[in-house]
């Protein structure tokens, strides 16, 4: 029984030892993988830019009063349509009316005086020095008045053009201080409608001011509008990195869009792109305008990153980003891959 006993636990070491040398080789051959990988290079290609943005008119403005007081009455509310020169609000006017006559009263006391006092010094009988002294407060006077009747008519708020209440931001009965924002408006009447889409510096380096676009929204499924280039942004924005593009429409679509609507831009550039050219087959979880390869920089190491798809053809993918500083894309072999794993490149590079 000892015996029978000894050989089962000796077969069980030797089945547990060859099942670890079995398992160590399996470890040995997956650490290392052989791949193929093409050597990346970048390629001038005229490629339609495909953004998106917000619409705008670029004229929105937001509207208060020139002193501070009381809000008489707001006659607009949100979405309204208004005409250039129309009253969209008012303060209380009695302490402004009340400071308009102390400075009317004021200017006409100066007034007086300075042609008694000029009458006197044609007359030889007061000095020069005192009808200058009069003049002066007759000019203060004047000006304190002008001030005043300026404050009273800027004590209300027109619309600056034909457009749309974007935002009521404050209410009737509310006091305000000068400047402090009551209404928002834009100058939607006169139609200058404009999509405003953000674009990576290789495509901005391709777009010239005057360039054709077109436009879709979701509002208008199955319309697309014409548009240009109108303006190209001089510096990237610090918050995205990314470039902004203008886009003035040419055509009068059936539905006007709203501000802050969502559209689809397609850009047609009049200058090629430096894109890479990459199979189809080597990008993974491949999502809208992003996909995923494996590459490696120094032939011995697999990373996994992000690229951003600038077009595809059917055959090819040409990628505007995500691949600087990068040596070799790989092509076979990448389902086996995971970030850093180790591989041996055969065939052609």
Do not use: H
């Not at 990988?37 to 937001?62: C, R």
């Not at 509310?174 to 928002?184: A, N, Y």
């Not at 087959?281 to 032939?299: A, I, N, Q």
């Amino acid at each position: 029984m000892k015996k029978i006993a000894l050989s089962v636990i000796s077969l069980s070491i030797l089945l547990l030892l060859s099942g670890c040398g079995e398992k160590e080789e399996s470890t040995t051959t997956n650490d290392v993988i052989p791949v193929r990988v093409v050597l990346l290079t970048k390629t001038p290609v005229k490629k339609n830019i495909f953004s998106s943005g917000q619409f705008t008119t670029g004229d929105e403005a937001i509207l208060s009063f020139k002193t501070g007081g009381v809000i008489k009455s707001i006659y607009v509310k949100e979405g309204d349509a208004v005409k250039k020169g129309q009253l969209l609000a008012s303060l209380e006017l009695t302490e402004i009316e009340a400071g308009v006559e102390q400075a009317s009263a004021g200017y006409e006391k100066s007034l007086r005086d300075y042609n008694r006092v000029k009458q006197l010094y044609e007359d030889s009988v007061a000095t020069l020095a005192q009808m200058q002294d009069a003049k002066t407060g007759f000019d203060v006077a004047t000006q304190q008045f002008a001030a005043a009747k300026f404050n009273r008519n800027y004590s209300e708020i027109r619309a600056l053009e034909n457009g749309f209440i974007l935002k009521k931001i404050s209410s009737e009965g509310q006091i305000v201080g000068p400047g402090t924002p009551v209404l928002m408006t834009n100058g939607a009447g006169r139609g200058n409608w404009k999509l405003q889409v953000a674009v990576s510096d290789n495509e901005w380096a391709a777009v010239r001011v005057g360039d054709q676009a077109f436009i879709e929204t979701d509002a208008a499924p199955g319309e697309k509008f014409s548009a240009v280039v109108s303006a190209k942004s001089e510096g990237v924005d610090p918050y995205t990195g990314t470039f902004s593009l203008e886009l003035r429409l040419t055509s009068r679509p059936r539905l006007l869009p709203a501000s802050g609507m969502f559209g689809r831009a397609e850009i047609v550039p009049s200058l090629k792109r430096e894109l890479w050219t990459i199979p189809f087959e080597s990008v993974l979880d491949g999502e809208g305008s992003t996909g995923y390869v494996f590459v490696s920089r120094d032939g011995e190491t697999a990373q996994k990153i992000r690229v951003t798809i600038a077009d595809f053809d059917g055959k090819e993918i040409f990628v505007s980003s995500g691949l600087e500083n990068v040596k070799y894309l790989i092509t076979t072999g990448s389902a086996y891959l995971r970030n850093n794993s180790k591989i041996k490149i055969s065939g052609n590079k």
